[in-house]
């Protein structure tokens, strides 16, 4: 009222006119809608058919779909700073492109995912179709109150992935590295490979040795921890995936598998029952596939589908679910339920390569366990 009283005995003062940024901010989102519109022409017109190349384009353009949402998002906050009636102009253009460019991301995705197939990506000896994931476990026994961690949640992931187990709980990314950082990590790690080892129980033999004809393969470790680099960076990118903090990992393990070169059937968590007593222990492994491979190779899980019959033959890759090694692709298997409980139906194998060579990268990430329930 006083700005009132105190204005009215001069003119009224000129029409403000908008700043320089906020015009270019307007004509950004012009242009952004105008991408949108022509990107949802060619998702109604019809979407290329999945070969290689179109899921790679698939990919490109979902990524580039998130980034711009992003960019957007934040164009919005810097716009907060130019007054409120301009902010509320472009809040309501930005959330009008965000519902636009949602619809984009959900296409491109439900467009990636249906090229996830049985007898392509994976072999399984029960319909995919059919997995349900239900929810996460209840917060029992009473005295933990909170989870260690959360499973993915293929509503909110950025990254495209399916479900083809519930039990145990494994995802399928297929594309969620270039070929450029596969081959990185390969170069890396090629000078360094040495003959892969199993780790000993408490019941081993004193000076037994830590190679085993259950895991034929070469081997060879790089370094994440600074989040630089090639294998820093895809690291970095794995825990964003799974929702873990940084430096949840152990290093990146590069493995190469030669033709008949196989690694039987195993549990990667520590059971402090046969290891001794475990302060972290592996909650999730991601495994990057870094090559393709002609025959052979899998991962097997083969009490995928909830079976509850162990294998007789740790060797026997003939049951259960294989993901078949795609480069560029990730495997996504919990080692343990949120509540840091082990799952021992996440027993896991690499089926003997028999033709042509496997590069492969498991990145094992650790929860502590301190307090938590041991295995029973």
Known sequence: MHGLLSSS?????????????????????????????????????GLPKHSNDANNDLYSRAHGAEEARFHHE???????????TQQSVLERLL???????DVVLTRLRKAMLGAVKNGVDFFADYDVGTVKIGPPPPLEPPRFKEYLFHYMDTRTSKYPFVWLSEKPRVAFVPE????????????AAEAKMQRSQVA??????????NVDDVRTSSGAWLDVSDGNGTAGRIAARALDLIGFPAHSSEMLQVLRYKHGQKYDAHLDYFDPRRYGHQTSNRAVTIYFYLSDVEEGGETSFPMANGRTDSPTNFADCSRGLRVRPKKRAVAVFYDMDPLGRFDPSSLHGGCPVTQGVKWGAPLWVRVPVEGYPAPT
Not at 74 to 84: K, M, N, P, W, Y
Not at 95 to 101: A, F, I, V
Not at 200 to 209: E, F, I, Q, T
């Open 9 to 45: 005995r001069s003119a009224p003062p000129p029409p403000r006119r908008p700043s320089a940024t906020s015009q270019a901010l307007v004509r950004n989102l012009v242009f952004f809608a105008v991408g949108c519109g022509v990107v949802l022409y060619f998702l109604v017109v």
């Open 74 to 84: 934040d164009s919005a906050s810097r716009g907060r700073q130019t007054g409120d």
């Open 95 to 101: 959330g009008e492109e965000r519902r636009k460019n």
């Open 176 to 187: 969620f590295i270039t070929d450029e950082e596969a081959d990185d990590i390969v170069r």
């Open 200 to 209: 000993l129980g408490l019941d081993a033999n004193k000076g037994a040795s």
